[in-house]
């Protein structure tokens, strides 16, 4: 680390040439890039080649074998696995009821954000708490929050004549929807500032338009407003769906899959695969089949994009 | 034909306005009950004494505002040494990155090569990629040159993982910056070096301090790569410690881990202050572009 440093304080001493020199200088640019590129391709770029060829290996934890390639035969093992079949349907319920809650609940808010309301600053400022809190402190407060005894939840559902010695996160039917409601909790800022800018940066452009056309409040929404988002929603609600298969800190805290694997999310499975079971060779192979997973959701992303775009 | 004073179902916008004022404010409130008010009970049982969290009718509020919690969190070894721990890995991290990140952002921004294709295709991928294909060959790496269990291998973890964001903020803050101003310097005689310390950097200040406190925040927090990395108890991090005392439930005291929560979360609280106001703009081109 210490030569790439040394090589940022000193870049070389020359004088700039015109503007075309400039534009096109590929010599300086990988100069300064360099000392970047080298920690990158060592510790990111290698090992994510590895870990997707890992996923073709019999690799497991603590042997000192070479691992050797066995073409599919992990994808076999995982697909014959209930547990695999399990954890991709609960990843799939999750990424996507989170991501849907979470856009319309953020739309929601997002539109009262921008209407003129008194102590509106405060508001936004107090709609940012949940991003501000780490994952695995969201996690502990709402397992205080859920607590079946003294949980301010069940308390309220108390007060108001409800069952409330529900154990949210302990019981087969409700532990899925309530780390899907935590889920959404701490997603919700960024969807909600994210549309809150663009709903300000379509208002601004189409203002004038719309005010000619007279058209209600709720029809400039629909007609004006809404088809003007469209791109930063489409960007948005893709990106939340794939960072919402991919978590594992919010869920491993709240419930560590449990109970009985109620919330065995992709990753939380191949975890254990990996760093419980030693079995490394099919851990990188649930990734695989997750990239693909991935994938699948960018390749309906750049296509809903380009539509938007002719 | 205006609808500004047109009346609908017999009422003026001024009377519907009037209606649904107070609703908006009614769920603009439900919402922020709903966002807030699990950071005021984690506030509220920070203060409990273990009689009140113990008692069969639980209140919302403690009896009185009493800090013994939070000297017994700060008191604990565990988690001063967790504490500590996370420190020295955010500023390390926070230190290689912003100077790893300073010149290769400039280029980015400056230069039309390949590079940035190619640096543009890696920031998005870092972005979607499930870690655990990352981890396991990481592990084994850090393992073969005996950096597991390790605040430097942690460290390397995450400058390297913390980077292409922290590139792609800072190179955006490169490219508002009039290259004239630059030219102009150049056509006065300067060299380089000195334009870009005496006109870059200073109006790059800004920049580089959101970038700065964005990678300490996502290193401190950080939990996934510090929990298959760090086994050795005097070597975690906050996260870690926290997570792993609400996991041994029964004898843990609430209170003090409500605490110690707060503690954790106090430099991301601050963080989110300073920034609050450019995270709308700059939010708003990373999804478009995104």
Sequence with gaps: MSTNMASVSAPPERPIKRRKTRKSGGRDAWILVLPTLLPVVLFSIYPLAQGVLLGFTDARAGLNVEPTFNGLENYQELFGYDLFWESFQIGLIWAFSVTILQFFASLGLALLLNMDLRLRWLARTLVLIPWAIPPVIVAIMWRLMLDPSFGPVNQALGAVGLPDNINWLGDFSTALPAVIVVGV?????????????????????????????????????????????????????????????????????LTAGGPGGQTMLPMLFAYNEAFRYGEFGLASAMGNVMVVVIAIFLVVYLRAQTRERK | MSTQTAPRNGLSQKQRRMISRPLQYLVLAGYLVFLAFPLLFLLSTSFKTSRELNSPVPQLLPESLEFTNYVSAIQTADLLTAGRNSLIVALATTVIVTLLSLPAAYALARFKTKLRGLATGWILLSQVFPFILIIIPLYIILQQIGLIDSLVGLVVVYAVWSLPFALWMLRGYVAGIPVDLEEAGAVDGASRPRILRTIVLPLLAPGLVATSLFTFISSWNEFFFALVLIQDPDLQTLPLTLARFIGAEGQVQLGQLAAASLLATIPSLVFFAIIQRRLTSGLLSGAVKG
């Design chain 1, 185 to 253: 909790w701490s997603g919700m800022p960024q969807t909600t500032i994210t549309l809150l800018a663009g709903i300000q940066s379509v208002q601004a452009e189409l203002h004038e338009a719309a005010a000619i056309d007279g058209a209600g409040s709720w029809g400039r929404f629909i007609h004006v407003t809404l088809p003007a988002l469209k791109p930063i929603i489409i960007a948005i609600t893709t990106l939340d769906l794939i960072w919402n298969f991919n978590s594992f800190a919010l869920v491993f805290v």
